[in-house]
């Protein structure tokens, strides 16, 4: 009898510490395949953030505090009370001795252009200055359209993009900007065809206009006297 028992105990413990392993066995399944999602997903999202430009961070911590400056105007122009004011006297005496610096030590970086591609450059970096996205507008769409939001090579089609029309009508003002600044402006030319020439070549020429701007109110009588040739 006690062999019996004995038996049974021990096909139990071994049934037991059959279903133990398949247990074990199936958590550690559940886990590589979990491990395996978050892996893929991280992939991606490193994939994403190479594509991103260098000074993406910057950019957007700047969107953020902009979008958060014009909720706390909002808030404080609701109660009647004026926001740079309310502002400026937040401000220390370190904060502005700092500002003031800064301001002294900014310079202009423009330094104009010389050719098509510089004068391009400085159109494109004109525009962005005077971009100002919504940020709730942004995260709106990235949700709504998911993975195609960052299309990449293997991307087959992105979906309807509509712009708002206050984007359109930016974009016309700008362009009617253009068309204006562009009507004041002439080609220059290179010479003057009815204007007398005492130059030899082009170098002689601008020498010649720079002795006329200092010196051709001294020498406006003299030259009038030899051309009548009544000159002493």
Avoid: C
Wanted: avoid cysteine; charged fraction near 45%; charge should be positive.
């Amino acid at each position: 009898m006690s062999s019996e028992v004995a038996v049974g105990s021990t096909s139990g413990a071994s049934k037991n510490s059959k279903s133990d392993r398949l247990a074990r066995l199936r958590e550690l399944q559940l886990r590589r395949n979990e491990a395996r999602k978050l892996n893929h997903k991280e992939v991606i999202e490193e994939d994403k953030r190479k594509k991103l430009p260098t000074n993406w961070d910057a950019k957007r911590q700047r969107l953020e505090w902009e979008e958060e400056e014009l909720q706390k105007r909002k808030e404080v122009e609701e109660k009647g009370e004026n926001y740079d004011r309310m502002k400026v006297l937040e401000i220390t005496a370190e904060q502005a001795e700092k500002w003031e610096r800064k301001k002294k030590a900014k310079h202009n970086p423009d330094k104009g252009f010389a050719d098509f591609e510089q004068a391009t450059i400085r159109q494109y970096q004109r525009l962005t200055k005077q971009l100002k996205p919504d940020v709730s507008d942004y995260e709106r769409e990235k949700e709504k359209m998911g993975e195609v939001f960052y299309p990449t090579i293997d991307t087959l089609g992105v979906e309807d993009h509509k712009d708002s029309e206050d984007a359109v009508e930016n974009m016309v003002k700008d362009l009617e900007k253009q068309i204006e600044k562009r009507s004041k402006y002439s080609r220059r030319r290179t010479y003057d065809p009815d204007e007398d020439i005492d130059y030899i070549n082009e170098r002689n020429m601008k020498f010649n206009k720079k002795l006329e701007r200092f010196y051709g109110k001294y020498t406006t009588e003299i030259k009038q006297n030899l051309e009548r040739g009544t000159a002493v």
